[in-house]
């Protein structure tokens, strides 16, 4: 990944903030000198060796280094993983999409491997342990004064101060189901011997060992070549598998649901708790967070947000269901060029391997029975509605480039044409045909169709069933103009994330455009957009503005890089005077500006939370002793403890405007 000097200056900052200066220098090190060896590192930073050993394996510790060691090297050579290094900046979502998805006892544990690192599994159980034991003791003092006299009740009087809360992993057992399902749902990964090189050096020793190994005269041939690049993914699939090793273990005994719907009338009988039906994991495996498959879970998470504002909550929840069931076994967010390369003959095969299909059944079973699945559509005379286009089959993701539509080619239409007319226009009043959710005829056409939500207006509709009316939501989000959903064959469905995340990102500069430069400026952005490339005399005709004022606009919006101009010269000899400007609008421009601009916003963010830091030294160095933290208002002074508070209130929008930026970014570049 191309790293930049924002966000080579934001990830040092990120790790400084976690894990201290020193860490954070050689890392900026490695960043601006790249791969080194440890005499480079010592020569380019001036510490001692002992200071740069503990700083690598701090750094090493938590996966934000890579190092490869070439055969009859001396030193190993470190890289700087910025990757994760930014991924610092997004712990607070991947906790909080934890504690969503699995519960809080979940999120605890995620957080003390996101504190720790890379963790053996028998340090981790040692460690709760330890507090299991400790919880348990002080439980047992409590007991012991309550024979004596009545509970306290904290300071002053209070209650909330009666009982620390109890701990959220009860037993190792407990512990031991929980990093089972994590491991499972691939956010937890094991720790292998590739895991601290880079994809770069990896893909280097397997090229190497697949000449060595097959093609030692040589690659002779376009079918060599191709059966070269097969070997190189398969032996790249072969790497990436050793991570899964733990949860190939675990499905071998069946999936955690399965273990417990198969275990449940024995445990209930013997008195078997649920944790106790997983499988014991090996004390010495060493395992750590998998941001990868992370970034796919927040990624539906923001796409259902993103359909959430279009259609509603009822619509955005089916999404949510089928996105769920879709990216169940999807390892990251876009494929990998080599990795997951389709080949010259495979290519349906391949890309229908990624990204899959959902029947109809499954995200019906899926569903919650509470969630009524009749609101958030509107009705319409079954009569008036297009079955021929509502079950439109699409088998292959939508192409970048349009053919030519073939109402436009010449000549009669061919026979199954003349058939899908006809059975169209016979069975318009068929059982089968399912009422359009926007009451539109045919894909891009309308028709004099209101849609209503008045539930007399069409009472034959109200008794729908409902599989049919979870058909009405899917058919709903394929046929909106984002192309949230791809039918793609009978009571089939996926989604083509390319063209959903470029509508994402294009509704996310033009949220940019409306706040930057108003209402008018998007609305010359877009028509840039639709027209292509327009001369600045007939840019005021095609606007309906004034010459001044769309000249003032358009500089305006060039100054902030959403729009951008080309210099035509009419003859040989170039002449101002005798040129043409044209006014042009490049997404792929403005967006890269946008993604440095937040870059550099988020650097301002956290250098400005250091300054307030050092601006009230004093104050937080007294909230650090024992005796204040946690009773601030009571033991500090009123003029100290109110600029705390404000102290706390800044910081707290401080890092709500980042987590507001790595939205941004996370679409612009991740998703």
Not at 108 to 126: C, E, F, K, P, Y
Request: aromatic share 6%; proline share 4%.
């Amino acid at each position: 990944m191309l790293v930049t000097k924002p966000m080579a200056e934001l990830c040092s900052l990120l790790i400084d903030e976690l894990h201290g200066e020193l860490p954070s220098r050689i890392f900026a090190t490695l960043l601006s000198k790249g791969r080194s060896t440890l005499p480079q590192l010592a020569q380019y930073t001036a510490m001692t060796a002992r200071q740069l050993r503990h700083g690598l394996a701090v750094l090493l510790q938590h996966n934000l280094l890579y190092y490869h060691i070439d055969p009859g090297a001396e030193f190993a050579f470190y890289e700087a993983n910025a990757d994760h290094a930014y991924n610092l900046a997004r712990t607070g979502k991947i906790l909080e999409m934890v504690d969503t998805s699995f519960g809080a006892a979940a999120k605890d544990v995620m957080q003390s491997l996101l504190l720790s690192g890379q963790t053996r599994i028998s340090d981790l159980v040692a460690a709760y342990q330890d507090k299991i034991d400790h919880a348990n003791k002080a439980a047992a003092l409590i007991g012991d004064d309550d024979d004596f006299g009545p509970e306290p009740t904290g300071v002053n009087g209070d209650p909330s101060g009666a009982k620390k809360p109890g701990l959220l992993v009860k037993s190792t057992a407990h512990l031991n189901s929980i990093i089972c399902r994590l491991v499972e749902a691939e956010v937890i990964d094991v720790v292998h011997e590739k895991t601290f090189e880079s994809s770069q050096d990896i893909l280097k020793v397997v090229e190497k060992e697949v000449m060595d190994t097959y093609f030692p005269g040589g690659v002779k041939g376009n079918k060599a070549k191709i059966e070269v690049q097969g070997r190189i993914a398969e032996g790249l699939r072969k790497v990436r598998g050793e991570s899964k090793s733990l949860k190939r273990k675990l499905e071998q005994n069946g999936s955690a649901s399965k273990r417990r719907k198969l275990f449940a009338g024995i445990g209930m009988s013997n008195g078997v708790q649920d944790e106790e039906m997983d499988p014991a994991l090996d004390p010495k495996q060493v395992i750590r967070i998998n941001y990868e498959r992370c970034l796919v879970d927040l990624r539906n998470r923001r796409l259902v947000q993103f359909a959430t504002d279009m259609f509603g909550e009822t619509t955005a929840y089916v999404y949510g269901v089928l996105l769920k069931l879709l990216t169940r076994d999807a390892p990251r967010c876009r494929p990998d060029p080599v990795m997951d390369a389709p080949g010259d003959d495979d290519d349906d095969e391949n890309e229908k391997k990624w990204l899959g299909g959902v029947a109809t059944e499954q995200i019906l079973d899926s569903l919650k029975t509470s969630v009524d699945l009749s609101s958030g559509i509107g009705k319409a005379d079954r009569r008036q509605i297009s079955s021929r286009a509502a079950e439109m089959i699409e088998a292959h993701p939508p192409k970048k480039k349009a053919l030519i539509a073939e109402a436009e080619v010449e000549g009669d239409a061919s026979a199954d044409e003349d058939e899908d007319d006809e059975s169209s226009s016979e069975g318009s009043d068929n059982d089968s045909d399912f009422e359009r959710p926007n009451g539109t005829n045919g894909v891009n056409g309308t028709n004099d169709t209101k849609v209503k939500f008045d539930e007399s207006a069409a009472p034959k509709e109200r008794r729908l069933d409902r599989p049919t009316q979870l058909r009405q939501h899917l058919l709903l989000l394929s046929d909106s103009t984002e192309r949230f959903v791809r039918h793609c064959g009978p009571n089939e469905w996926t989604v083509d994330f390319e063209p959903v995340m470029g509508a994402l990102r294009e509704a996310e500069l033009d949220s940019v455009i409306e706040r930057v430069s108003g209402r008018q400026g998007l609305r010359l952005v877009r028509i840039l957009r639709a027209k292509g490339k327009l001369d600045e005399k007939a840019l005021p005709n095609v606007a309906l503005m004034r010459k001044p004022e769309l000249q003032q606009k358009m500089l305006e919006m060039q100054t902030n890089g959403f729009v951008h101009v080309q210099e035509v010269p009419r003859d040989v000899k170039a002449d101002v005077k005798k040129s043409f400007f044209l006014w042009f609008c490049d997404i792929d421009r403005s967006l890269d500006r946008l993604l440095d601009t937040s870059y550099t916003t988020m650097v301002h963010c956290i250098q400005v939370l250091e300054a307030l830091r050092q601006k009230e030294k004093d104050v937080l160095s007294t909230t650090r002793r024992s005796d204040v933290r946690g009773r601030e208002k009571d033991t500090m002074r009123k003029e100290y403890y109110e600029r705390y508070s404000r102290f706390l209130e800044c910081e707290r929008k401080l890092f709500a405007q980042v987590m507001r930026l790595d939205d941004l970014v996370s679409v612009l570049r991740d998703f």
